[in-house]
């Protein structure tokens, strides 16, 4: 920040009151009143300077820790020495020290001159000059061990020698601390190590055998590290051809690293391929390979899969009987596939030399159109007449995809074969509806006349109906009455299938067999008959089905009468007469039974 000198002036009373307050703060009247023109103003100010007090009190600060470095060092070397050489005056140092503190301590409580800060600086150059005794004579006190001090030059100018023991001391210091940062660094270089993701081998550069190896490098191969530092390269590696063997060590020497895809072999003798990140470097003071590699089986099945898709893609390409081709940003044709090539004549290879686009619609009119269909991006088909090489016009469909990168793909078929057809077809729908019209004319004429003799029809039918209703009506009244002289007849009557199953009854006879006339129905008319006479019965049905007679009294088997036997009751003679029952064909479908 710049600043600028300004000069005023101001009342006495105002000089006494600056004054007043720069004794109490202790700061100078430059800063005092920057401050409160700062405040007025309300505008930031540059940190305030130092005073004499606070630049003293920062110095002895600095003053303090660099005895208690000077303490450790002088300690140190003395421990090594055993005494012998150089001694160090312990507790004259410490007393020194306390002096400093002392001092220090008086000086931040009291305002100190000039003259008194060159009397302090004395002091402590005569009391430091006590602490180091060299075979009994006083040591001079190295510049290097009290550097910080030096900066009091401000107050005295001080100088100083540089003893032989204090360069000693300084550098075992210096040496302790680098022995550290290197130990710190090998710690963190032995974590990246064993931690490394990537397997890590150490080889000597002359032997190829494993020095060294971390654990996901053993582990890999399925090994333990012990197992592994027993092999060489070539146990872990799969063999590799001489001259690429030499290429890669040659590059390796000459550049210092190099990378480049191999495969590792494991324990059960499995190839993994991998990725080698080689380069030289100096092992325990051998020159040795150090090898980051990396499992790439995953990436290498990809890139498989990758080309086996690829393969795919182009095949389809190259053989789909589609015309496809790609076009950039301003339509011009970048790429085409072999079916178009086939359909409109020009190659891949002639593209780059013509307006292929031109080539294909030369009428401006048309290609202007053609251009603006194609920045239009319609996903919808759209039918052009392209020319072809030959001259021929082809009439072809397009739709068209936009790719994120700008770029479209267009794709095509020849559809002059449809076109014809299409045109075919309309010819035929056309001849087609010349003729069904004037078929249809005919028909609806012939229809027309059917129409009527149906309506003709349905009238008689309508009539011949009312007379068969009529007719029904007698039929249902005649059946009703004689239904009714069945089921009141004063004699049994029954009717029978070929079998003899009772299928009609009327009231005397269900009253003869004592049941209900319900019961009587499906039942077979051998259950009415005593069992030593049922098989003569069944065989006299048999008989009766086979002479088709009309009328025919029953035989019984033992006299003139058949016996039967009621649902409840005792066995009785009854005569019987049986007249077949025949339908339209003639056959006997039943039998008639009248009992008395």
Same mark, same amino acid.
């Given at each position: 920040?710049?600043?600028h000198?300004?000069?005023?002036?101001?009342? %006495?009373?105002?000089?006494q009151?600056i004054?007043?307050?720069?004794?109490?703060s202790g700061?100078?009247?430059?800063?005092?009143?920057?401050e409160?023109l *700062?405040?007025?103003?309300?505008?930031?100010?540059?940190?305030p300077?130092?005073?004499?007090?606070?630049?003293?009190? &920062?110095?002895?600060? %600095?003053?303090?820790?660099q005895?208690?470095?000077?303490?450790?060092?002088?300690t140190?070397?003395?421990?090594?020495?055993? =005494?012998?050489?150089?001694s160090?005056?312990l507790?004259a140092?410490?007393?020194?020290?306390? /002096?400093?503190?002392?001092?220090?301590?008086?000086?931040?409580?009291?305002?100190i001159s000039?003259?008194?800060?060159v009397a302090?600086?004395?002091?402590?150059?005569?009391?430091?000059?006590?602490?180091?005794?060299?075979?009994g004579? /006083?040591?001079?006190? #190295?510049?290097?061990?009290?550097?910080?001090?030096?900066?009091?030059?401000?107050i005295?100018?001080?100088?100083?020698?540089i003893?032989?023991f *204090?360069? @000693?001391?300084?550098?075992?210091?210096e040496?302790?601390?680098l /022995?550290?940062?290197?130990?710190?660094?090998e710690e963190k270089?032995?974590?990246l190590?064993?931690?490394?993701?990537?397997?890590?081998?150490?080889?000597?550069?002359?032997?190829?055998?494993?020095?060294?190896?971390?654990?996901n490098?053993a582990?890999?191969?399925?090994?333990?590290?012990?197992?592994l530092?027993?092999l060489?390269?070539?146990?872990?590696?799969?063999?590799i051809?001489?001259?690429r063997?030499?290429?890669i060590? @040659?590059e390796?020497?000459?550049? =210092?690293?190099?990378?480049?895809?191999h495969?590792?072999r494991?324990?059960? =003798?499995?190839e993994m391929?991998v990725?080698?990140?080689?380069?030289?470097?100096?092992?325990?003071r051998?020159?040795?390979?150090? $090898?980051?590699?990396?499992?790439?089986s995953?990436?290498?099945?990809?890139e498989?899969?990758?080309?086996?898709?690829?393969?795919?893609?182009?095949?389809?390409?190259d053989h789909? #009987?589609?015309?496809?081709c $790609?076009?950039?940003?301003?339509?011009?044709?970048q790429?085409?596939?072999?079916?178009?090539?086939?359909?409109?004549?020009?190659?891949?290879?002639?593209?780059?030399?013509? %307006?292929?686009l031109?080539?294909?619609? #030369?009428?401006?009119?048309y290609?202007?159109?053609?251009l603006?269909w194609?920045h239009?991006?319609? #996903?919808?088909?759209?039918d052009?007449?392209?020319?072809?090489r030959?001259?021929?016009?082809?009439?072809?469909?397009?739709?068209? !995809?936009?790719?994120?990168?700008?770029?479209?793909?267009?794709?095509?078929?020849d559809?002059t074969k449809?076109?014809?057809?299409?045109? %075919?077809l309309?010819?035929?729908?056309?001849?087609?509806?010349?003729?069904s019209?004037?078929?249809?004319?005919?028909v609806n004429?012939?229809?027309q006349q059917?129409?009527?003799e149906l309506?003709?029809?349905?009238?008689e039918?309508?009539?011949?109906n009312?007379? !068969?209703?009529?007719?029904? &009506?007698?039929?249902?009244?005649?059946?009703?009455?004689?239904?009714n002289? $069945?089921?009141?007849?004063?004699?049994?009557y029954?009717v029978?299938?070929?079998?003899g199953?009772?299928q009609?009854?009327?009231?005397?006879a *269900?009253?003869? $067999?004592?049941?209900?006339?319900?019961?009587?129905?499906?039942k077979?008319?051998?259950?009415?008959?005593?069992?030593?006479?049922?098989r003569?019965?069944?065989?006299?049905?048999?008989q009766?089905?086979?002479?088709?007679?009309q009328?025919i009294?029953?035989q019984?088997?033992h006299?003139?009468?058949?016996?039967?036997?009621? @649902?409840?009751?005792?066995?009785?003679?009854?005569?019987?007469?049986?007249?077949?029952?025949?339908n339209?064909?003639?056959?006997?479908?039943?039998?008639?039974?009248?009992?008395?």
């Open positions: 920040m710049t600043s000198k300004v000069t005023f002036c101001c009342s %006495d009373k105002l000089a009151a004054k007043t307050r720069v004794k109490a700061i100078d009247e430059n800063t005092l009143i920057t409160v *700062a405040s007025a103003f309300e505008v930031s100010t540059p940190s300077v130092l005073n004499k007090e606070e630049k003293l009190e &920062q110095q002895l600060l %600095d003053f303090e820790a005895g208690t470095l000077l303490l450790e060092i002088l140190k070397l003395c421990q090594e020495n055993n =005494g012998e050489g150089y160090l005056g507790n140092f410490t007393s020194f020290l306390t /002096k400093v503190i002392a001092k220090f301590q008086i000086l931040s409580n009291q305002n000039k003259s008194s800060e302090i600086v004395g002091k402590i150059k005569e009391d430091f000059s006590e602490v180091a005794v060299a075979n004579q /006083k040591a001079r006190v #190295p510049s290097q061990a009290v550097s910080n001090w030096n900066n009091l030059n401000y005295d100018k001080i100088h100083s020698n003893d032989q *204090a360069s @000693h001391a300084i550098q075992l210091i040496n302790q601390q /022995k550290q940062e290197l130990c710190e660094l270089y032995r974590n190590f064993e931690l490394a993701d990537d397997s890590i081998f150490i080889i000597d550069s002359e032997s190829h055998r494993l020095l060294n190896s971390n654990w490098g582990r890999r191969l399925g090994y333990t590290r012990a197992e530092l027993e060489s390269l070539e146990n872990i590696g799969v063999p051809a001489t001259k063997q030499q290429a060590l @040659h390796l020497h000459n550049n =210092g690293n190099i990378i480049f895809e495969a590792c494991h324990k059960n =003798g499995a391929p990725e080698i990140s080689a380069q030289m470097i100096e092992y325990e051998i020159l040795a390979y150090q $090898f980051l590699v990396r499992d790439i995953k990436r290498k099945q990809a498989t899969e990758f080309k086996r898709h690829q393969e795919i893609l182009q095949t389809i390409f789909i #009987p589609i015309m496809i $790609f076009w950039d940003a301003d339509g011009k044709i790429l085409i596939n072999r079916e178009m090539e086939r359909v409109l004549g020009w190659s891949f290879a002639e593209i780059p030399n013509i %307006d292929i031109a080539e294909y619609y #030369p009428h401006p009119e290609y202007q159109m053609v603006e194609m239009a991006q319609t #996903p919808e088909w759209q052009f007449q392209t020319k072809a030959n001259g021929q016009i082809i009439d072809t469909s397009w739709t068209n !995809i936009r790719l994120s990168d700008g770029t479209s793909i267009g794709i095509g078929q559809i449809r076109k014809q057809i299409e045109n %075919d309309r010819q035929a729908h056309d001849q087609l509806e010349k003729r019209t004037s078929e249809l004319s005919r004429k012939q229809l059917a129409l009527e309506q003709v029809t349905e009238e039918l309508r009539v011949s009312e007379e !068969i209703g009529k007719n029904y &009506q007698e039929i249902q009244t005649q059946l009703s009455y004689y239904q002289l $069945f089921n009141f007849a004063p004699a049994s029954l029978t299938d070929t079998q199953v009772i009609e009854a009327n009231q005397v *269900a009253e003869m $067999f004592c049941c209900e006339l319900k019961f009587l129905i499906g077979p008319l051998r259950l009415f008959i005593p069992s030593p006479e049922r003569a019965f069944i065989n006299q049905l048999k009766l089905h086979q002479h088709n007679c009328e009294p029953l019984p088997i006299s003139c009468q058949l016996n039967l036997k009621p @649902h409840k009751g005792d066995t009785f003679p009854v005569m019987i007469k049986v007249k077949a029952k025949k339209k064909q003639e056959l006997v479908v039943g039998f008639c039974w009248l009992m008395y």
